[in-house]
């Protein structure tokens, strides 16, 4: 792969963008070489999250302009562009984003696709696409209202203005920001953190949070609810119980 460096540790992956020549812009090859590494790790028993990083100085400048700006809007619907980018979103092992400089546009949005966002104090956030005359194309206009409100998303979509990390982390789009140099040794603590949990209770905590954006309160807390009682048949509640109550840590299989 040329676009996607993949390294383990455990049972965290660390996914690196590598498209230094442009600034890490998310192409369809990137995309491409990105599910073919993630779909068959998603499935394996022992991977408990996905890290995302780019640079130290840029996580993702945005999509590939050069990629894009031939095309028709026959051939744009055609190939219904950037559809699959939502089999990213649909991969079931939490993704946490280790952002460092700039996440623009698409690198924004691919942010925003993950399950939380940590980002160093020079990150810098926006969606910029009016400047090119188009508008996000990647969730951005869905998932930046629902996380930072209609009001700073409009603030953000039509002027095309970015923010720093202080104002996206005090406005909901960013989960902890931190020193530069901490953003991936904090993200991996997480990410082992999380993969220390069991599998299942991890995969339905995230589908229960992602419920609340779609639902109304009284259907999202009967899906809650439903979801609760279903994880009393896996061998991880009655490990993590019984630990609890014999004083002694847990040992979770992901069963």
């Given at each position: 792969m040329d676009n996607v460096k993949i390294e383990r540790a455990g049972?965290?992956?660390?996914?690196?963008?590598?498209?230094?020549?442009?600034?890490?812009a998310l192409s369809s090859e990137l995309l491409a070489e990105l599910l073919d590494a993630l779909r068959p790790l998603d499935a394996d028993p022992?991977?408990?999250?996905?890290?995302?990083?780019?640079?130290d100085t840029v996580f993702a400048a945005g999509a590939d302009i050069r990629e894009m700006a031939g095309r028709t809007a026959a051939r744009m619907a055609a190939e219904d562009y950037f559809a699959d980018w939502e089999d990213f979103t649909?991969?079931?092992?939490?993704?946490?984003?280790?952002?460092?400089?700039?996440?623009l546009g698409g690198g924004c949005e691919l942010a925003m696709m993950c399950d939380l966002v940590i980002a160093g104090e020079s990150a810098v956030f926006g969606q910029p696409e009016i400047k090119l005359g188009v508008i996000p194309g990647i969730g951005g206009t869905q998932r930046l209202t629902r996380l930072v409100g209609r009001a700073k998303a409009m603030d953000l979509i039509l002027t095309g203005r970015t923010m720093d990390a202080r104002?996206?982390?005090?406005?909901?789009l960013v989960s902890r920001v931190v020193p530069d140099d901490q953003v991936l040794p904090q993200a991996l603590r997480a990410a082992a953190t999380i993969a220390s949990y069991g599998r299942a209770a991890v995969r339905a905590a995230r589908e229960c949070v992602d419920q609340a954006l779609e639902t109304g309160l009284r259907d999202g807390v009967l899906f809650e609810r439903r979801v609760f009682h279903a994880l009393f048949a896996t061998d991880d509640q009655k490990e993590g119980m019984s630990a609890f109550l014999e004083k002694r840590a847990p040992r979770f299989t992901g069963r």
């Open positions: 049972g965290v992956v660390i996914v690196r963008l590598h498209r230094p020549q442009v600034l890490n022992e991977v408990g999250c996905f890290v995302v990083t780019g640079s649909a991969l079931r092992t939490p993704k946490i984003a280790a952002v460092n400089g700039h996440a104002e996206a982390g005090s406005c909901g």
